[in-house]
Nanobody, 125 residues
Framework: EVQLVESGGGLVQAGESLTLSCAAS????????IGWFRQAPGKEREVVSS????????YYAGSVKGRFTSSIDRAGYKMYLRMNIVEPEDTAVYYC??????????????????WGRGTQVTVSS
């Protein structure tokens, strides 16, 4: 059974950095897209980034572009979201998700086959 497990969340101060990790197990795909999503209290889930494992083309939401960096370690089936200069508005539960197959980055949650359970990120001002 495919599992995605996020880690690295926690409490940080505004302006600091944090790296989230997502480990995939029993993952049978060589080509896939990894999405990072977040959901703040009372708000809908939103896409943060989406990255293709084939050519590493990446999409970033406007609110994080220039501050967050998404990456994939194909050999280790691990994915990362580096969050720099975090802001209180970045406070949310962060989820990683995987879309199987070769495709460009996608912001459509329906494209994602597998989801992790999320990790909480809290940014204090």
């Amino acid at each position: 059974e495919v599992q995605l497990v996020e880690s690295g969340g926690g409490l940080v101060q505004a302006g600091e950095s944090l790296t989230l990790s997502c480990a995939a197990s029993d993952f049978p795909y060589d080509d896939y897209v990894i999405g990072w999503f977040r959901q703040a209290p009372g708000k809908e889930r939103e896409v943060v980034s989406s990255i293709s494992s084939t050519d590493f083309t990446t999409y970033y939401a406007g609110s994080v572009k220039g501050r967050f960096t998404s990456s994939i370690d194909r050999a280790g089936y691990k994915m990362y979201l580096r969050m720099n200069i975090v802001e209180p508005e970045d406070t949310a539960v962060y989820y990683c998700a995987a879309a199987a197959g070769v495709r460009p980055p996608t912001t459509n949650t329906d494209d994602y086959n597998y989801w992790g359970r999320g990790t909480q990120v809290t940014v204090s001002s």
